[in-house]
């Protein structure tokens, strides 16, 4: 889809500036989120918090960013992507402002544990960044035909999802240097700035833009297709999420979304406690093999787009996770420190390629609710993150120092399930490719 800045009908942008901002914009909010790993220290050491106290201030940005993606994914096929993802975008800001206003005012004298309540909330509205990725998922699907979207989606979710491992490299710099409350001013000011980005970039797809401009909704439809537009939305949020939830397909996808990015986003928290209890690695080298680790399975999802759209996202999808299973097994089974290192890095391949290809299969098997089965794949699939860690602590546990290695039996069971999902649409989807183009042609 080429529109230009302004075309005959009205509409605004096109979709590769669209692609552009929504990138952006989920590379901020997803930053906002990651804040909390390399700061929340600073905060525990003061404020004096329990280990539960710990827990729940690490999971409640995790657990809002991914329940929020539910309902605000839904919401772009009501009107499009651009109002729910700046009010995402904004409720980050105010989390951030508010960790910012309690580091210049109370830290660290006068910072106690009847602050923590406030830290929660702050917390949780940061949280919300990460809700940006399903919005950002609807909005670029409609922009973009069906045969390119593989490709659009993993630029998006790649460059989206290096902003932890970024954050984990350059933050705790900006801290040495400048102190905590620089970084989150600095970090506020990156958001702000993101922000206006997304605002100048980022519009909705034309089939929005023409029906917020009062056409009905067959013209709308029409004019949007001479754009280039192919999917088009159910006519609420309740009609979309039931929709969604009502065809059996992205349940699979929820489940292979689990594995690969709730898989990713446990990893990012735990990796840093793996190498440091495990192997008794330094506190760098832990950060760089962890922020190695988010980098490499965020820039792989770009090409794995690509592989997505020229071989099928299922085929892609049982190649990753095939490597996630070899990389699994090699680090519960090694007490080598190299050997566990190309471990980590098959793991982050084939997290990264699997994502890519699972958001390559939504358009395609729910094309009539783009944005609902996004909020479900991506809010669901996403409470691995939450899930996942205490199974891997409750095993370090059980079973002292080499609990740490054996726990990856946890991703060597997820990785078993997703390939067996995975079978499963392979051999349903000659189906859903026969009857889609009626779906995506009709208004609903």
Avoid at 58 to 64: D, E, I, Q, R, S
Avoid at 206 to 232: D, K
Avoid at 360 to 376: E, R, S
Avoid at 432 to 441: C, D, E, K, L, Q
Wanted: glycine residues 14%; positive net charge.
């Amino acid at each position: 889809m080429q529109a230009g800045n302004q075309g005959a009908s009205g509409v605004r942008g096109s979709a590769q500036r669209s692609l552009i901002g929504a990138t952006i914009g989920f590379f901020i909010g997803f930053g906002a989120v990651s804040l909390f790993g390399p700061t929340a220290q600073s905060f525990i050491e003061v404020m004096r918090l329990s280990p539960q106290q710990v827990g729940l201030l690490v999971a409640v940005p995790m657990l809002t960013g991914s329940l929020l993606r539910i309902p605000f994914g839904a919401w772009v096929d009501l009107n499009g992507g651009k109002r729910p993802f700046l009010i995402l975008l904004l409720a980050s800001v105010v989390g951030i402002a508010g960790l910012y206003w309690m580091l210049l005012s109370l830290y660290p004298a006068h910072l106690t544990q009847a602050h923590y309540p406030w830290l929660l909330l702050f917390g949780a509205l940061g949280g919300c960044g990460i809700a940006t990725f399903s919005v950002g998922i609807g909005q670029v699907s409609y922009w973009f035909p069906r045969a390119q979207q593989g490709k659009a989606l993993a630029f998006y979710a790649g460059f989206g999802n290096t902003s932890p491992g970024l954050v984990a490299i350059i933050l705790p710099l900006i801290i040495a240097a400048g102190g905590l409350w620089v970084g989150y001013f600095v970090s506020l000011v990156i958001v702000v700035a993101g922000i206006g980005l997304y605002i100048a970039l980022g519009y909705d797809a034309p089939y929005f833009q023409l029906r917020r401009r009062g056409s009905p909704a067959p013209r709308a439809q029409a004019q949007a297709r001479e754009q280039g537009q192919e999917l088009y939305p159910a006519p609420s949020i309740a009609r979309t999420l039931m929709d969604s939830a009502a065809s059996w397909r992205t349940w699979p996808l929820v489940a292979l979304y689990f594995t690969s990015f709730g898989g990713f986003l446990a990893l990012t928290a735990w990796l840093p406690t793996f190498w440091g209890s495990y192997f008794g690695a330094p506190h760098w080298v832990a950060l760089g093999l962890t922020a190695g680790f988010s980098l490499v399975s965020s820039l792989i999802r770009v090409p794995g787009g690509s592989w997505s759209d020229r071989l099928g996202g299922e085929k892609v999808a049982f190649a990753a996770f095939c490597v996630l299973l070899a990389g699994a097994v090699t680090m519960s089974l090694s007490g080598n420190f190299g050997v566990s290192v190309a471990g980590e890095l098959l793991v982050a391949l084939g997290m990264g390629v699997a994502n890519a290809a699972v958001f390559k299969l939504v358009p395609q098997y729910v094309p009539d609710a783009v944005g609902g089965t996004a909020g479900w794949v991506g809010g669901l699939g996403a409470l691995g993150g939450f899930v996942v860690p205490p199974m891997l602590g409750r095993i370090a546990q059980e079973m002292g120092s080499v609990g740490y290695a054996r726990g990856y039996v946890v991703y060597v069971g997820l990785a078993l399930a997703s390939l067996l999902f995975t079978g499963l649409l392979y051999a349903t989807r000659h189906g859903v490719r026969h009857a889609a183009p009626a779906i995506t042609g009709t208004a609903r």
